[in-house]
């Protein structure tokens, strides 16, 4: 077996992985999000072991382990409650806090209207995306993986030898090749493929709009889109230091600390109407001053201080369907498969997603963790897979 990565950004300057907060969780509300969460624990834990090249440095993730601490308002704490639950069933190490043991512990909270706060004590924390990208690139191409700077624009399906092409009466068709083009070229080279993975993160759903696909076949389409997030730095010098964890705060905000300087990192999720133009990865300095920092100062009064820094943008790849992940394999394109949507967690789920691919694509089954509820049946289906935990 021959793989290609085609990849149109070498520099990886706008992944969504290197612009994100770096965290991994066990928190969550679904069973295959938290069975994800921990394949991806287990295998950061023990990354030389899986990435690690002969003759080659050590791979060091720098992680930090610090568990994330979610607070919830009287009207969510029901939420959080049952999903602690399901995260126990799970085997997830997690502890209940009362606004009174939350201050015992963090004493420089402001626990004014909050009701309940869960706390993870342990595969929680965070790490250098960067480090993790480009020794999973390193791996893969000691193990004889091919890459090519390109995009992909174009396939051609089995669907244009049939009387008429792409006909009504058309059930399923396989890809047969796709057009690679260029960077700023009209040439394209065709590639000959059995097997198309669709791991295109937050263009997963553009990529499926590409010529050459019937549109027949295309229904449901695949709801992922791009969405911008903003992380802003800061720093404080009477923030909570070390004690800091990965805090999701009732309103959404989240902080957590960078480095042990007294630096800190941040950001929140903005209403459905209120979403930026993704258009570019530019940063509205506004949304922190008037919407994030006032939140986390009304959390964490010593942020009131605080002295803003650096800032960025990066992409989810927001499925709007439900803000799941969409895995496996395409119902009426035979031999496509889908890995995207994650809404934001895919760096903590995009170890076990890989993993359950390559089980498709090698045995045509899962065997280390059941992803079929991910699946596109839900989609055709109409029943969404909700997970509260989404930040």
Not at 93 to 98: A, E, I, N, W
Not at 156 to 174: C, H, I, K, N, Y
Not at 204 to 232: C, N
Not at 316 to 324: L, Q, V, W
């Given at each position: 077996?021959?793989?290609?990565?085609?990849?149109?950004?070498?520099?990886?300057?706008?992944?969504?992985?290197?612009?994100?907060?770096?965290g991994i969780r066990q928190q969550f509300s679904l069973p295959e999000n938290i069975r994800m969460s921990r394949f991806s624990a287990s295998f950061l834990r023990n990354i030389d072991e899986h990435l690690g090249v002969p003759n080659e440095p050590p791979v060091?993730?720098?992680?930090?382990?610090?568990?994330?601490?979610?607070?919830?308002?009287?009207?969510?704490?029901?939420?959080?409650?049952?999903?602690?639950?399901?995260?126990?069933?799970?085997?997830?190490?997690?502890?209940?806090?009362?606004?009174?043991?939350?201050?015992?512990?963090?004493?420089?909270?402001?626990?004014?209207?909050?009701?309940?706060?869960?706390?993870?004590?342990?595969?929680?924390?965070?790490?250098?995306?960067?480090?993790?990208?480009?020794?999973?690139?390193?791996?893969?191409?000691?193990?004889?993986?091919?890459?090519?700077?390109?995009?992909?624009?174009?396939?051609?399906?089995?669907?244009?030898?049939?009387?008429?092409?792409?006909?009504?009466?058309?059930?399923?068709?396989?890809?047969?090749?796709?057009?690679?083009?260029?960077?700023?070229?009209?040439?394209?080279?065709?590639?000959?493929?059995?097997?198309?993975?669709?791991?295109?993160?937050?263009?997963?759903?553009?990529?499926?709009?590409?010529?050459?696909?019937?549109?027949?076949?295309?229904?449901?389409?695949?709801?992922?889109?791009?969405?911008?997030?903003?992380?802003?730095?800061?720093?404080?010098?009477?923030?909570?230091?070390?004690?800091?964890?990965?805090?999701?705060?009732?309103?959404?905000?989240?902080?957590?600390?960078?480095?042990?300087?007294?630096?800190?990192?941040?950001?929140?999720?903005?209403?459905?109407?209120e979403e930026p133009d993704p258009s570019d990865l530019s940063v509205d300095h506004d949304y922190f001053q008037e919407q994030i920092w006032p939140r986390l100062a009304r959390r964490i009064p010593?942020?009131?201080?605080?002295?803003?820094?650096?800032?960025?943008?990066?992409?989810?790849?927001?499925?709007?369907?439900?803000?799941?992940?969409?895995?496996?394999?395409?119902?009426?394109?035979?031999?496509?498969?889908?890995?995207?949507?994650?809404?934001?967690?895919?760096?903590?789920?995009?170890?076990?997603?890989?993993?359950?691919?390559?089980?498709?694509?090698?045995?045509?089954?899962?065997?280390?963790?059941?992803?079929?509820?991910?699946?596109?049946?839900?989609?055709?289906?109409?029943?969404?897979?909700?997970?509260?935990?989404?930040?």
């Amino acid at each position: 077996m021959r793989v290609l990565v085609v990849e149109r950004d070498p520099t990886y300057s706008r992944a969504s992985t290197v612009l994100s907060a770096g965290g991994i969780r066990q928190q969550f509300s679904l069973p295959e999000n938290i069975r994800m969460s921990r394949f991806s624990a287990s295998f950061l834990r023990n990354i030389d072991e899986h990435l690690g090249v002969p003759n080659e440095p050590p791979v060091d993730i720098q992680f930090q382990p610090s568990g994330y601490l979610f607070l919830a308002s009287p009207q969510d704490a029901d939420g959080l409650e049952a999903a602690v639950k399901v995260q126990r069933e799970e085997g997830v190490q997690v502890t209940l806090l009362s606004p009174t043991q939350l201050k015992e512990k963090f004493p420089w909270i402001d626990t004014e209207d909050v009701a309940v706060a869960s706390y993870g004590l342990e595969d929680e924390g965070w790490f250098d995306p960067w480090t993790l990208l480009t020794s999973l690139r390193r791996k893969a191409m000691s193990l004889g993986v091919l890459s090519c700077t390109g995009e992909v624009r174009g396939f051609v399906t089995s669907a244009e030898d049939t009387m008429p092409p792409q006909g009504p009466d058309l059930l399923s068709a396989r890809i047969k090749r796709v057009h690679v083009y260029m960077q700023d070229s009209l040439e394209y080279q065709p590639v000959t493929c059995a097997i198309v993975v669709n791991a295109a993160g937050a263009w997963a759903g553009a990529l499926l709009e590409a010529a050459g696909l019937p549109k027949a076949l295309l229904q449901p389409p695949l709801p992922i889109q791009p969405r911008k997030r903003y992380i802003f730095c800061w720093h404080c010098h009477d923030g909570p230091g070390l004690s800091c964890p990965f805090l999701v705060d009732t309103s959404g905000a989240y902080c957590r600390r960078e480095g042990i300087a007294g630096n800190y990192l941040g950001g929140m999720s903005p209403p459905e109407e209120e979403e930026p133009d993704p258009s570019d990865l530019s940063v509205d300095h506004d949304y922190f001053q008037e919407q994030i920092w006032p939140r986390l100062a009304r959390r964490i009064p010593a942020f009131s201080s605080l002295r803003p820094g650096s800032s960025w943008a990066g992409y989810y790849d927001h499925n709007s369907f439900d803000r799941n992940g969409v895995v496996g394999p395409h119902p009426r394109l035979d031999n496509l498969l889908v890995a995207a949507g994650f809404s934001g967690h895919g760096l903590q789920h995009g170890l076990a997603a890989g993993r359950a691919v390559a089980e498709l694509v090698l045995k045509g089954r899962y065997e280390t963790l059941d992803l079929s509820r991910l699946g596109w049946g839900r989609l055709v289906r109409g029943e969404p897979l909700v997970e509260g935990g989404v930040v």
